[in-house]
């Protein structure tokens, strides 16, 4: 298991495209986790999956913002109607449910927006 | 309300010397947190995390933290860094799950 992969690394797109990154968790991580960094900020916590089910979405920045995880497996970010402002670098992490303390949160590489 | 501040954005060490890295956080239960390292071009790695007990950490690449209640206080330390260890530290605390507030970072220079 090579880890928690992230297509594509890079993106560019022009202002009013949509765009949709993919996540694809380690196996078995049934736990999928989508944060945004901006330039000189700290991951900020977006929405996350126990298997296909969004568990909580209410901190997704806009009505523009939408994820799926439809079998439970990979994951897909969509932004519409991008914005400059939606530029940043867009991470995933999965894990296995359980204590905290015996589990681990594994990050991919991430997804770099820059909208032109 | 959970929040993380990290008071030093950029921290200059030379090799060999020791390095502390101060984590302030909010939270209105028991606190878990962590420690994250990113290097260029990579993925946030674990350094350490804490949940109870014992209130000194210690993590992967020789890095340990204390947390000390009354302070709010979560600081990471290295005894003796060394030329890989220049990146970017997060402090970050969450409830029981990995829906984390992070700190704005710490970036580390490591000078020859």
């Known amino acids: 298991d090579t880890g928690v992969s992230q297509d594509p690394r890079h993106k560019i797109t022009k202002r009013g495209q949509n765009v949709t990154f993919r996540c694809d968790p380690i196996?078995?991580?049934?736990?999928l986790y989508w944060y945004r960094q901006t330039l000189g900020q700290g991951p900020e916590f977006l929405t996350y999956?126990?298997?296909?089910?969004?568990?909580?979405k209410s901190r997704l920045l806009s009505d523009r913002f939408s994820a799926e995880r439809p079998k439970g497996s990979f994951s897909t970010l969509e932004i519409q109607r991008t914005e400059q402002g939606d530029s940043a670098m867009y991470l995933c992490?999965?894990?296995?449910?359980?204590?905290?303390?015996?589990?681990?949160?594994?990050f991919g590489q991430g997804t770099r927006l820059t909208v032109v | 309300a959970q929040s993380v501040t990290q008071p030093d954005i950029h921290i200059t060490v030379s090799e060999g010397a020791s390095l502390e890295l101060r984590c302030n956080y909010s939270?209105?239960?028991?606190?878990?947190l962590f420690w994250y390292v990113q290097s260029p071009g990579q993925g946030l790695q674990l350094l350490l995390k804490?949940?109870?007990?014992?209130?000194l950490v210690q993590g992967i690449k020789g890095f340990e933290a204390e947390f000390k209640r009354s302070q709010s206080s979560f600081n990471l330390r290295k005894p003796s860094v060394h030329w890989s260890d220049a990146a970017e530290y997060f402090c970050?605390?969450?409830?029981?799950?990995?829906?984390?507030?992070f700190g704005a970072g710490t970036t580390v220079t490591v000078r020859a």
């Open positions: 992490a999965s894990t296995v449910p359980g204590r905290q303390q015996n589990t681990e949160a594994f």
């Open positions: 196996s078995e991580h049934n736990r």
């Open positions: 999956f126990q298997n296909e089910a969004q568990l909580e």
């Open positions: 939270y209105g239960a028991t606190p878990y």
């Open positions: 804490y949940f109870s007990g014992d209130t």
């Open positions: 970050a605390v969450g409830p029981n799950d990995y829906k984390l507030s």
